[in-house]
């Protein structure tokens, strides 16, 4: 084998090993579990005791930080892979764009006094739709879809007289949980798997 | 092909597709433990073990070990000599290529 053929083939063999390392880097699956059970317990609570689901968010949303952080500890010892600015992007692209989106809809509430009824929920989980898209974009593709179910659910529940909450909460717990069910397929796999 | 010059620069510890191997995902997280370079490297516990003392030896990575369920774990990361030879030996890797084109 010639010196050229030699790097070539060492180069295969380290862009394979990138591949490979690239395609198992995934999300554990027990974060969307924990952040399913919140929007679900969160979303009917705006049907059945709107008057709490405010304080419910907050304190759960901090819980739920906290909890997915450990998870996500956990499993990167349980990988054999630690990846702090990895990890430091997806919490200030979900809890950055969350935060922001609360604080967004509180700051057009003040001025638009209509968005201190549900009506600012709406908008809130609209702008939610737009962070979990986003995090299809730049994570796990499923948000890709999500994302615009929880955009049009926001527009759509304020048409529905009964539960409407309690439906889209369960619809986005499903879309979290079902998905890692399914190993995501990779469409590379085969053609970038150089031989 | 006039790709000698290039050639001659690249780090002969690099040369070893599973110590540059190890280096390219050292490069692309803070540390990996023993299990998971092997599985992404497809390589035999005895080889990526001498491949990854080579690398230790010259002081390319770091080594910390710990203990998991009672088993002790090796946790490699990449030092900053050794971020400073990758980049040395990809830019050579870089000349050769650019040079075979001509």
């Known amino acids: 084998m010639t010196e050229s053929h030699q790097l070539q083939d060492d180069l295969r063999f380290v862009r394979n090993a990138v591949h490979r390392r690239d395609s198992s880097s995934k999300t554990p699956p027990a974060i969307y579990y924990v952040i399913a059970v919140y929007v679900l317990i969160g979303y009917a609570m705006i049907d059945v005791v709107p008057k709490y689901c405010g304080l419910f968010f907050f304190i759960g949303g901090i819980l739920v930080g906290v909890i997915g952080a450990q998870i996500g500890r956990r499993a990167a010892k349980q990988t054999g892979e630690e990846d702090a600015a990895k990890s430091r992007t997806e919490g200030l692209h979900w809890g950055g764009g969350i935060i922001l989106a609360v604080i967004s809809t509180a700051a057009l509430a003040v001025v638009m006094p209509p968005l201190r009824s549900t009506l600012g929920s709406q908008v809130l989980v609209v702008m939610i739709g737009i962070v979990y898209f986003l995090g299809g974009v730049h994570f796990e593709r499923h948000f890709l879809w999500l994302g615009p179910v929880l955009i049009a659910g926001g527009v759509l529940v304020g048409f529905v007289p009964h539960y409407g909450w309690t439906m889209l909460g369960a619809i986005i717990a499903l879309g979290l949980v079902v998905p890692t069910f399914f190993p995501a397929r990779d469409r590379n796999a085969v053609s970038s798997e150089v031989r | ?102």
């Open chain 2, 1 to 102: 092909m006039t790709h000698s010059n290039g050639l001659d620069k690249l780090d002969p510890l690099l040369q070893h597709r599973s110590r540059l191997g190890a280096l390219v995902l050292l490069s692309g997280a803070d540390a990996m433990n023993f299990t998971r370079l092997r599985e992404l490297l497809d390589e035999t516990d005895g080889n990526l073990g001498a491949q990854l003392r080579k690398l230790e030896e010259a002081q390319y990575i770091d080594v910390r070990k710990e203990f998991m369920d009672r088993k002790p774990v090796s946790w490699y990361a990449l030092s900053t000599k050794g971020r400073q030879a990758l980049k040395a030996h990809l830019r050579a890797l870089e000349a050769v290529i650019k040079s075979a084109k001509v």
